[in-house]
């Protein structure tokens, strides 16, 4: 049941995140930016108090088998679409340069710090 309740949270989450960047209206597009992080860091702050009594969870639908490999795969597919996506406008590449590394930086945690 707990992986059903991620899995709707997580799928609610994209949904309203995708509708915070659509609207025309101010206060929605706040309401669903506080909405889409806020109810991220509650299933995060249940799934670790319910896996510190019942332990880790089972699978979830849509869940990466190995997730260093979807980052890498990810990154690659970034750096090879960068001129597309920014469209050789400098502050979006810089903003794209930002994500990239973010995704840089975790799979170097990832990979060597334990």
Request: hydrophobic letters at 40%.
């Amino acid at each position: 049941m707990v992986e059903q309740l991620i899995e709707k949270v997580f799928a609610l989450r994209n949904a309203s995140h995708l509708a915070h960047w659509k609207t025309k209206s101010y206060s929605q597009h706040q309401a669903l930016g506080e909405f889409y992080l806020g109810i991220i860091e509650g299933v995060d702050k249940y799934i670790e108090a319910n896996q510190g009594v019942f332990g880790l969870i089972g699978e979830v639908p849509g869940e990466k088998e190995n997730i260093i490999t979807a980052i890498r795969d990810d990154l690659v597919w970034l750096n090879e679409n960068r001129e597309a996506i920014a469209k050789n406008i400098p502050a979006l590449e810089n903003i794209l340069d930002e994500l990239t590394g973010q995704y840089m930086t975790t799979l170097y945690k990832l990979e060597n710090l334990r």
